[in-house]
């Protein structure tokens, strides 16, 4: 059996494990949330519509001249 002072500091290494495991979940979600609400095309089907909106008006070769 191990004695209580190991036993403390390994239920506070697993407390400080999941302390940090839990913020580094909060930042990516906030990250996820950021890049979410600042971007305007959400889907990729904007992409293709815009694609060929430019090769209709301006020529298909055009679409390669960014």
Do not use: C, K
């Not at 004695?3 to 239920?11: F, T």
């Not at 909060?26 to 293709?48: C, E, G, I, M, P």
């Amino acid at each position: 059996m191990a004695e209580p002072s190991s036993r403390r500091w390994r239920n506070l290494g697993t407390a400080a494990g999941a302390a940090s495991a839990g913020l580094f979940a909060l930042f990516d979600l906030y990250q996820w949330a950021v890049a979410t609400v600042s971007d305007r095309f959400h889907n990729d089907f904007t992409f293709y519509y815009a694609a060929a909106r430019v090769g209709l008006t301006h020529g298909w070769p055009s679409i390669y001249d960014l």
